[in-house]
């Protein structure tokens, strides 16, 4: 018994005994104390407050970021397409010395011709009878300009229409990627030649297309040639446009008189300063001039140059309105992008702040129910 009484003593004795690990108290010097807190002090200045947040909040901070990335995007693309509608301005400024002496020496032929007819000229000879008419449609080679294509390509749609209404058989040339993609298959049949717009067009741009359109018409396989393209207004404005380009008229080619635009700046903003000329005064050539060979013939050699200098400057003006389009598109897309930024940035502060509510109200009521 009294065996039995010692051994449950020695039990109790080993279960309250104290261990040093468990009771071990650090006591650090006071160079190591001082040391401690320098740290502790420096570790909570660079401390941020973490804020644990769902995963709407995060997403919402995600798409954010990527909406400020793409107006950085749109607003890149804007200053490309205003810089390439200078360029466009100098190439249309660079061929006016030739476009007026060429209209000049016109004017001064025509003048003296007074008394003779045109009739042997093909390119200003009307056909009685319009069975056939070729349609040259000038379209943008991308996208990313508004409703440029899409206009375009309806009032050419709905000319085509018409013409074929009316009995009159339809030929198309097709000048820039939009309009070839989307007019080859509708009307595959009737496409006769396809080119693409560019960005810099040239006078050995020009000449390929004019040699079809002279070929066409000299030899009788068409009647006449329209071209629809979009004639520059300014940079928020272009209007579709259609001209009866081939045959010519004598009072169209000597009275026409032309504009030019220029790019300016005012308070920050890019703007159109639009340009009209009045027609050129005709070359006096005086009646002992003599001739080496016949009048009409020097008329018939200057069409084909006429036509060709016609056609590089739609193609020039159609260019300028395609970037002016794509200025005015990408400062929309930026300025959508910066509002739809700004509601986003709303919202994430109202997810962070119902957040940061929610974290509060849960200590609160943990604090309570430890207390009570």
Avoid at 94 to 117: H, N
Wanted: charged share 25%.
């Amino acid at each position: 018994m009294k065996l039995l009484c010692g051994l449950s003593l020695l039990a109790s004795a080993t279960a309250f005994t104290t261990h040093s690990a468990a009771f071990t108290i650090n006591a650090p010097s006071v160079g190591e104390r001082v040391m401690k807190i320098v740290a502790d002090n420096s570790a909570h200045r660079t401390r941020r407050a973490t804020i644990v947040m769902d995963g709407k909040a995060n997403a919402i901070r995600d798409r954010i970021t990527s909406v400020k990335n793409t107006k950085k995007i749109t607003m890149a693309m804007k200053l490309v397409a205003a810089a390439k509608v200078r360029r466009a301005q100098d190439a249309v400024i660079a061929t006016r010395p030739f476009s007026e002496t060429l209209q000049a020496i016109f004017g001064g032929l025509v003048t003296r011709l007074s008394d003779e007819t045109f009739e042997d000229v093909p390119l200003l000879s009307p056909r009685k009878d319009v069975k056939k008419v070729t349609v040259t449609i000038i379209t943008g080679d991308r996208g990313l300009c508004g409703g440029y294509n899409s206009f375009m390509i309806k009032k050419a749609e709905a000319r085509i229409k018409e013409l074929e209404a009316s009995g009159v058989e339809v030929e198309l040339i097709l000048i820039g990627k939009k309009g070839i993609a989307y007019f080859k298959r509708r009307y595959k049949d009737s496409v006769l030649a396809t080119y693409e717009t560019g960005q810099n067009p040239n006078s050995e741009q020009a000449l390929s297309i004019t040699k079809v359109m002279q070929s066409r018409y000299e030899n009788y396989e068409t009647d006449a040639i329209e071209v629809f393209y979009t004639k520059f207004v300014s940079l928020i404005a272009s209007e579709p446009s259609v001209r009866t380009l081939v045959p010519f008229t004598v009072s169209e080619i000597v009275q026409s008189g032309d504009e030019v635009f220029q790019l300016t700046t005012k308070d920050g903003n890019l703007g159109v300063e639009r340009i009209d000329l009045e027609p050129v005064e005709p070359e006096d050539f005086g009646d002992n001039m003599m001739f080496s060979c016949d009048p009409v013939m020097l008329v018939d050699c200057m069409m084909p140059l006429y036509l060709n200098g016609q056609i590089l400057r739609i193609l020039q003006e159609a260019i300028a309105s395609e970037l002016a389009a794509r200025m005015q598109a990408m400062q929309s897309a930026s300025d959508n992008a910066g509002d739809l930024a700004k509601r986003l940035n709303q919202e994430y502060n109202r997810a962070r702040q119902a957040s940061v509510t929610q974290e509060i109200l849960e200590i609160s009521a943990g604090s309570a129910a430890v207390n009570d």
